[in-house]
């Protein structure tokens, strides 16, 4: 759990400061679970540097409650969080600074998102909150308060955990919150998880990974294995000690998401996935639509089926005005000709502009897609008949700037395909796909 804050002072010699605000947002890594702001007396002037910077003022802060009397709900909403704010060591030094002149020993753990954001962004020009926040896209409402800015490091923190895809932030508390892990009983880890979408991680008391699985509903899912009789869910049963989620919004993401921690963290029960075998490739060249059998599967196509009637299928969705029954036709020229003859297609689009909205070997391209939360969509990028990876995107931000986008990347490595075959299956299943060119 983290306690995600942002102070406000007043200026002056070091150790002499007041807070004058202060907010924080307790998070569990998905999302905020409960938060505190307010404007605090500090009892002292604020400096006029410090009042044309934040609009803060000393008439504001004659009202407002002395630090005493926030001290309490301070320690409550960061008791067993780790600290995390933007230069912490200014904000957590101004809280034991507080703390202390009232006689109270304040130590927490923290975290600097100005040092991690060295680590995994180790491009940007300036690690300044303002300009890494603009340089990714992240809004800030009210720049120099201290709601503005810790939403905004909320936002980025958020992205360096995406981006930390060794786990490294994790990790270093990993042995903390294996000590603090008891098992109380599964009704207490299912109501832990959300009914969302995402991927479910169990463990054992060692911290090993026992399971890793996908899911549309993730609470679900995990009542179905709880509850199973089979066997093999039985013994898994008996052996969780910690469970974990991490939701994705999309169901794609999280399908990528399952298969790399499973090859990374080889979980001890692990339900194979299904081969795909892929016999059919869809192409249009030369003004014409061809079906072609393939021996293996291969990246050179524009979709990929299981069948010929399965490739047919998905024309006839494709196409308003299409045939009869598909069990009534085979594969034939004549049918290729009469589905590449017709010119009413469905939102008026001819075949290459529609057959373009699925055509992801040329050039760059974006699929969007269902984001964690209603204030964002996520993002895969495709190029170079790979997915290069995927990113989660604020809706205040224009999804085709590739600027911003890549720097948000979370990189895929896609040399097999074998998330590009995902893609493949996911929009063949889709009636409204959402596809932009970068820019």
Known sequence: MYAILDIETTGGNYGDEGITEIAIYKFDGHEIVDQFASLVNPEKPIQPFVVQLTGINNKMLIKAPKFF??????IEITEGCVIVAHNAEFDYRMLVQEFSSLGYD??????????????????????????????????????????GDAVATVKLFKILLEKDTGKKIINSFQKQL????????????????????????????????LYISKSRNMKKKLRQVVTSQVKWAANLTKKIHRVSYEQTGSLLIA??????????????????????HLKSVLNYKDNRIQINKIALPSRDGLIFFRSDKKAINFLKWLFS??????????????????LADIEHLKHGKSIDELLEEFNFMNGSYILKLRGRTATEHAVLKISNNKVQGYAYIDLKYQVTNSEILNKLLIPLNDDKG??????????????????????
């Open 178 to 209: 294996a000590q603090k892990s008891v098992k109380k009983g599964l009704q207490e880890f299912l109501d832990s998880v959300p009914a969302t979408t995402g991927v479910l991680y169990l463990f054992n008391e060692k911290n090993q990974s």
């Open 106 to 147: 304040y130590q927490r753990e923290s975290i600097c998102t100005v040092q991690v954001a060295q680590e995994l962004l180790p491009d940007e020009e300036s690690y300044n909150l303002g300009k890494l926040c603009k340089s990714l896209g992240i809004p800030i409402p009210s720049r120099h308060r201290a709601t």
């Open 418 to 439: 074998i998330f590009l075959n995902m893609v493949h299956q996911y929009i063949k299943t889709r009636k409204n796909i959402y596809k932009y060119k970068l820019v």
């Open 255 to 276: 399908e990528i998401k399952e298969y790399i921690e499973i090859k990374a963290q080889r979980p001890k029960f692990v339900r194979k996935r299904k081969a795909i």
């Open 69 to 74: 009397e926030v001290a309490k709900r301070i």
């Open 321 to 338: 005005n299409s045939c009869q029954s598909p069990d009534d036709y085979i594969v034939n020229n004549e049918l290729l000709q009469q």
